[in-house]
């Protein structure tokens, strides 16, 4: 009984996937491996696919309005930064939320022109005025958030204290007053968790706002952050 030679098949096999490498590098119509322009070429064309594709995520988390990063790109950001923190040993950082104090005021008193005119000031003095690696995003309609990498809670009441400072003599030269509602928590000592400290930052940007509003100084009464801070 003759057995059948697979021995042909069976070269065949091992020396498709050894070449398999090689076959985009040869040019189907010639048979013939790909000259050094081509292969130049191709490789330019894939970086400008590549540098396109790159151009379409950096418009999915980019603010139209101020050029800031939005709340897609901040979501994942404090999430990769949290779970950074939790894998180095005496880790922390900061985030802080920013609040335009009465934009609505401003949009129907002068135009959402000039509304949308305050939140790129907002975005421009954020920018100038924290460091070069701090994260800056704009989340919402009148709504900032800044990461701050390596930011422990002994730095950020002094930090707090020159943007207000700041701010004031920079807004002395606009045609209406610009005022901003601050809120900041700390890793690990406001929470571990992105909802826990997202909560906390919330919370002190809005009691900051109400104590704006009635005129008074110095952290907001029986906040926790004002007994453990001052």
């Known amino acids: 009984m003759a057995f059948a030679d ?7 096999t091992s020396d ?15 048979g013939k491996p790909a000259s050094l322009e081509e292969l130049l070429r191709e490789n330019e064309s894939l970086r ?18 101020t050029g800031l990063w939005n709340r897609r790109y901040f979501t994942e950001r404090l999430a990769e930064e949290t779970s950074r923190a939790r894998r180095r040993l005496h880790s922390h950082f ?37 460091r070069a690696h701090d994260v800056i995003f704009r989340i ?5 958030a800044v990461l701050l990498p390596e930011l422990a809670a002994a730095a950020a009441e002094p930090l707090l204290a020159r943007l207000r400072s700041t701010l004031f003599a920079a807004r002395t030269c606009a045609p209406f007053p610009i005022g901003l509602s601050f809120g900041f928590a700390v890793y690990p000592e406001d929470g571990t968790t992105s ?4 909560h906390l930052a919330d919370d002190e ?15 907001p009464p029986g906040s926790r952050h004002a007994a453990a801070r001052t």
């Open 6 to 12: 697979y021995t042909e098949v069976c070269w065949r």
């Open 16 to 30: 498709l996937f050894a070449r398999r490498s090689n076959v985009a590098r040869k040019d189907p119509a010639r």
């Open 48 to 65: 400008n696919e590549l540098a396109k594709l790159e151009g379409y995520r950096t418009l999915a988390y980019r603010d139209e309005l």
């Open 94 to 130: 900061t985030i802080m939320l920013a609040d335009v104090n009465d934009l609505k005021v401003i949009n129907d008193a002068h135009g959402h022109a000039e509304g949308d005119l305050v939140l790129r000031w907002v975005a421009e003095f954020l920018e100038c005025s924290l």
């Open 140 to 144: 919402g309609g009148d709504e900032f």
């Open 195 to 198: 909802d826990e400290l997202l």
């Open 205 to 219: 940007m809005y009691r900051d706002k109400h104590r704006q509003k009635l005129g008074s100084a110095g952290p």
